[in-house]
């Protein structure tokens, strides 16, 4: 009875100790879930992120932005500066085109076309 109950008792020891040594299952399944659900959150902020990009891009092709003004009316044009007038004129008078009086002066042709009409008219513009 003696050996019945020590070789229980030792195979109940040698069954603990073998308890430590076996890989847990239920730690690595709940550690594959945790890598899994921060994988699909991951997942889930990208596809919101791109809904949202195109959610934008079909409200601006929805609602086009009214066009702007191609050039201000005249009250609400800047005075120009005298010199920049006179260069206006000196260019025209050097027989360049309203084009490149334009790219040079930085001026719309309408303008470059209603200072040198107001110059040729003898009234000084305003």
Same mark, same amino acid.
């Given at each position: 009875?003696?050996?019945?109950?020590?070789?229980?008792?030792?195979?109940?020891?040698?069954?603990?100790?073998?308890?430590?040594?076996?890989?847990?299952?239920?730690?690595?399944?709940?550690?594959?879930?945790?890598?899994?659900?921060?994988?699909?959150?991951?997942?889930?902020?990208?596809?919101?992120?791109?809904?949202?990009?195109?959610?934008? =891009?079909?409200?601006?092709?929805?609602?086009?932005?009214?066009?702007?003004?191609?050039?201000?009316?005249?009250?609400?044009?800047?005075?120009?500066?005298?010199?920049?007038?006179?260069?206006?004129?000196?260019?025209?008078?050097?027989?360049?085109?309203?084009?490149?009086?334009?790219?040079?002066?930085?001026?719309?042709? =309408?303008?470059?076309?209603?200072?040198?009409?107001?110059?040729?008219?003898?009234?000084?513009? =305003?």
């Amino acid at each position: 009875m003696n050996t019945l109950l020590l070789s229980l008792l030792s195979l109940a020891i040698i069954l603990f100790i073998a308890a430590f040594f076996k890989k847990d299952r239920v730690a690595k399944l709940e550690e594959d879930l945790e890598q899994l659900t921060l994988t699909h959150m991951q997942d889930i902020y990208l596809l919101k992120k791109k809904i949202k990009i195109l959610e934008e =891009e079909f409200l601006v092709e929805d609602f086009p932005m009214s066009p702007l003004p191609a050039q201000k009316t005249k009250k609400q044009q800047a005075p120009i500066n005298e010199i920049l007038k006179n260069q206006v004129l000196s260019l025209y008078q050097q027989g360049l085109s309203l084009k490149q009086i334009s790219a040079q002066s930085t001026l719309s042709t =309408e303008i470059i076309t209603e200072i040198i009409e107001k110059s040729l008219r003898g009234s000084t513009y =305003e």
